[in-house]
């Protein structure tokens, strides 16, 4: 049985789950029916951030422009445009024993493609989760349901992985952005055009 998490709150994955590597991080979101009329593309990243909170070179984000970090601990499974149909939308596997020491942290966020010119934000989004499986198994761990409704925001920071001495850690941390995926990389120090 999963663990559902409420905003805020911080629950071990590797301690109940000796020998946990391979997780596949999945998010998803519907549409609500006041929406644009245009389609919603929703995308996903992972920051991998250090101590600093922030990525140390450009390829610690792991986005649908870069799909797999060059250390292999983190894959994006790909763009899905619509966020069309039941279950994940879009997932990013990780394996935990790949990660690089310099990193503690790996940061799940969603923005909203062209959220401006399609005048689209998180208000129109509904539904939206982010939960934790095991690859191997296909054991659901962990799940977040983003309850909270965010009206203007065309960012959100839907949960990180983080380690923590010997294990490895998931907080569910809800928060929106204005400024779409430009105003999340800034906050992670990764330089945008």
Not at 41 to 49: I, P
Not at 70 to 87: F, I, L, V, W
Not at 158 to 164: A, D, P, Q, V
Request: hydrophobic share 35%; proline share 3%.
């Amino acid at each position: 049985m999963p663990i559902s998490l409420t905003k805020g709150q911080k629950v071990s994955l590797t301690k109940d789950n000796p020998g946990l590597s391979k997780v596949v991080v999945g998010l998803g979101w519907d549409v609500n029916a006041f929406d644009t009329g245009g389609d919603f593309d929703l995308d996903t990243a992972a920051f991998l951030l250090t101590d600093s909170g922030k990525v140390s070179r450009p390829e610690d984000f792991v986005f649908f422009g870069n799909l797999s970090h060059p250390s292999g601990c983190a894959q994006h499974m790909g763009d899905n445009r619509t966020g069309a149909g039941e279950g994940d939308d879009e997932q990013i596997k990780v394996d935990l024993s790949l990660v690089p020491p310099n990193i503690t942290k790996i940061s799940f966020t969603v923005t909203i493609y062209e959220a401006e010119q399609r005048r689209q934000n998180f208000g129109q989004v509904s539904q939206a989760f982010i939960r934790i499986y095991n690859e191997q198994t296909g054991e659901e761990l962990l799940r977040y349901d983003l309850g909270e409704d965010f009206s203007i925001e065309t960012a959100a920071i839907f949960g990180e992985l983080y380690k923590n001495g010997g294990e490895w850690k998931f907080n569910a941390i809800g928060s929106g952005y204005q400024g779409g995926l430009a105003a999340i990389c800034a906050n992670y120090g990764v330089e945008t055009e």
